[in-house]
């Protein structure tokens, strides 16, 4: 182990991570998932559930900013002529205002509205990159992959919103091209509960089959030391 990196407790194993090749990776944690009038309420779900994330990833994020850690906030959303949403994405189920619709917080994930931007607790500083993406993984049809290439990139910590929609769909993505991830548990959130666990769980198995599964403190504590 080189002074540069630290030994995160996780499941189904500890990993030992390079700082310097690691960035953290911060999820969709715009206003259109977390709060009210937003897409993910015109879903029916009840955003209150996401708000427990929020803490786990701000001490993260500090310690990344201290650390000068490469970090990365993805947001979901589309232009707004909607010539990146599928139909099929836009058109399915029976939400109560679909994408591109007006909302309390403007138009439906569309990007450039209110509602698309990232909540003011975690709110991107302008040097940090921000991935705007159509998809629910953050590799499709974006730049991620090319950024990290540049820096270096081999480990990520994920986290953020949904466990088992965004987050699950990137870390899916960033193992199939060799990346090592880490997800943050307690710093990622679902609409519901049973699927942020199972979510996890579907990760770490197989011997971290896509993954390993750590939490906020363990990656605190490998970061001081
Ligand atoms: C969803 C996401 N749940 N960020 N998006 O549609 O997980």
């Known amino acids: 182990m080189t002074n540069s990196s630290g030994i995160i407790a996780a499941e189904p194993e500890p990993i030992t991570l ?3 090749k690691t960035a953290l990776v911060i999820i969709d944690m715009q206003r259109d ?11 029916g779900n ?21 650390s000068g850690m490469l970090v990365v906030h993805t947001r979901e959303g589309h232009l707004p002529d909607l010539s990146d949403a599928p ?9 109560s205002l679909r994408i591109g619709d007006p909302g309390p ?9 209110a509602g698309h931007d990232i909540i003011p607790a975690l709110y991107p500083l302008d040097s940090e990159i921000v991935i705007d993406k159509p998809g629910k ?34 870390v899916r993505e960033g193992n199939d091209r060799g990346y090592r991830c880490v997800v943050i548990g307690d710093g990622c959130a679902s609409y519901f509960p049973e699927f942020h666990e ?19 403190a363990a990656i605190l504590k490998a970061m001081e030391t």
């Not at 009840?46 to 201290?66: G, M, Y």
């Not at 139909?87 to 939400?95: D, I, L, N, S, T």
């Not at 730049?143 to 990137?170: A, F």
């Open 18 to 20: 390079d700082w310097t």
């Open 33 to 43: 998932f977390m709060e009210p009038g937003g897409f993910g309420e015109t879903l």
């Open 46 to 66: 009840d955003v209150s559930q996401l708000a427990r994330a929020v803490k786990p990833i701000a001490s993260v994020l500090a310690a990344a900013r201290a």
């Open 87 to 95: 139909p099929a994405k836009v058109e399915r189920g029976a939400p």
């Open 105 to 113: 917080m403007g138009r439906i994930l569309i990007r450039g509205e």
């Open 137 to 170: 993984g953050a590799f499709y049809a974006t730049e991620l992959g090319e950024i990290l290439q540049n820096y270096g990139v081999e480990n990520l910590l994920v986290c953020g919103v949904t466990t088992e929609v965004c987050v699950n769909t990137t």
């Open 198 to 216: 199972m979510g996890l769980k579907m990760i770490k198995a197989q011997g971290g089959i896509f993954g390993w599964v750590s939490d906020s």
